[in-house]
């Protein structure tokens, strides 16, 4: 089921809250605590697990536009040894980039200069042309470095891009699965993101939001890990802070915007804005 999918559903059921003593939440918080702990050591587990993967050696030749001028995958590392990529959904006939992406790439700016300072560069690849690209990162008054692929076939190599044709006949694999032949829809969630990228819902849909890690070892270029769909949950900061809150994500529509499209005052229920990127 796609996140699109998803979001018509009720995220978290309204529990029914107890009012109890101070005693009573202290016996409670620390049975829930338990389970924090234990998950917090299956995520150090998982943590571990992704850096024995094997490297995959990356011997295509990739180019790319920067900021500094044309880019090989390897110049994109700007002089460390690792390389955290986030494919930012962006595509060349997109009049502004994914919602949903822009809202995980808010914290982008905050991250990369501590990132920057342990050896590792994060940035974006997306298949916008780089003067598409520079504008909006100015709207967003983002500095992270965002290199355009257009042109090219990395997107395509690490699945976060596809074809008319591969979308027509259902020949792409997404989040390590193939999909269905794209069946269309002009209406519904999708339209609506599709809508505020200036896009048509096939076109929207033919880029999707990932990450991808990489290495620079004795000159070479190597592919250690890539996550999509609900796999970058955790690198979207704002649900980080939602699942600690009262009500939780408390969503049944999609109601995050660009983060210059907020109104005045601060919006205090759910108003359905737009993105999609994610099938999960």
Known sequence: MSTIAKMSEPKNPKPQHNIVSQKEWLAARLALLKDEKELTRRSDDLAKRRQELPW??????????????????????????????????????????????????DGFNGFAVHLANHDVTLG?????????????????????????????????????????????EGTVEYNYRR??????????????????????????????????????????????????????DGLWGMYQWLDRAPKGRNETGIWWRRHDEYGSVAQTTASCCHPAEALA
Not at 82 to 105: N, R, T
Not at 131 to 150: E, N, V
Request: hydrophobic share 40%; proline share 4%.
């Open 56 to 105: 995959v050696r990356v011997d295509k030749d990739y180019r790319f536009k920067t900021d500094e001028g044309k880019a090989s995958l390897a110049d994109l590392f700007q002089g460390r040894s690792q390389l955290l990529i986030y494919h930012f959904m962006f595509g060349p006939d997109y009049k502004a980039g994914c919602p949903s992406c822009s809202s995980i790439a």
């Open 124 to 168: 974006a690849v997306s298949r916008a042309p780089l003067a598409k690209l520079q504008a909006y990162k100015r709207r967003m008054g983002w500095t992270f470095p965002w290199a355009s692929s257009f042109s090219g076939e990395f997107n395509f190599d690490f699945n976060v891009s596809l074809s008319e044709q591969q979308q027509r």
């Open 179 to 232: 999909e269905a032949p794209w069946a269309g829809g002009g209406a519904g969630l999708i339209a609506e993101f599709a809508a505020t990228t200036g896009t048509d819902s096939a076109t929207y849909m033919r880029e999707r939001p990932g990450m991808s890690a990489f290495v620079l070892k004795d000159s070479v270029v190597y592919h250690t890990y890539s996550a999509f769909s609900r796999g970058l």
